[in-house]
């Protein structure tokens, strides 16, 4: 029978988290709320990205256009969409087997806490008939 009352004992002690449980799990919440607040723009930049270099390739004549042109133009629909990460250095045009193929890669750097960072690299490629 006693063992009953030691097992009884042992139950109520055991019914939650400790304050200090309790904390821990609230810094795991915050950190990933600041982590995903402060990375979901850059996803949303990039889908801009990934917008402007598809409607870029529909154009129609824009594989005859030189390579120059061609990036002047994509620059201008950054500007439009309110791409902010991309730069001139970033856009890669070349041509090859018949096709032009612009591509655009890039970082962001995102501050976190401190002296702690969050680095996120896109790449996305497009082809474009040249005839």
């Known amino acids: 029978m006693t063992m009953g ?3 009884m004992t042992l139950m109520q ?3 939650g988290m ?3 449980g309790w904390l821990l799990m ?3 919440i915050a950190f990933f709320t600041i982590l995903v607040l402060r ?3 850059n996803y949303l930049e990039y889908f801009k990205v990934a917008s402007s270099l598809e409607s870029l390739a529909g154009e129609p ?3 005859q256009k030189p390579p120059a042109e061609v990036r002047k133009l994509l620059l201008r629909r950054f500007d439009v969409n309110d791409v902010e990460h991309v730069a001139k250095k970033d856009i890669r045009i070349r ?3 018949g096709k032009m193929k612009v591509s655009v890669a890039y970082e962001v750097r995102v501050p976190i ?3 702690v960072d969050a680095v996120t690299s896109f790449s996305k490629e497009v082809e474009v008939r040249l005839h």
């Open 5 to 7: 009352g030691e097992a």
């Open 13 to 15: 002690r055991e019914r």
């Open 18 to 20: 400790t304050a200090i």
């Open 26 to 28: 609230l810094a795991l």
């Open 39 to 41: 990375l979901t723009p």
């Open 61 to 63: 004549g824009i594989g």
């Open 95 to 97: 041509k090859e087997d």
């Open 113 to 115: 806490l401190g002296n």
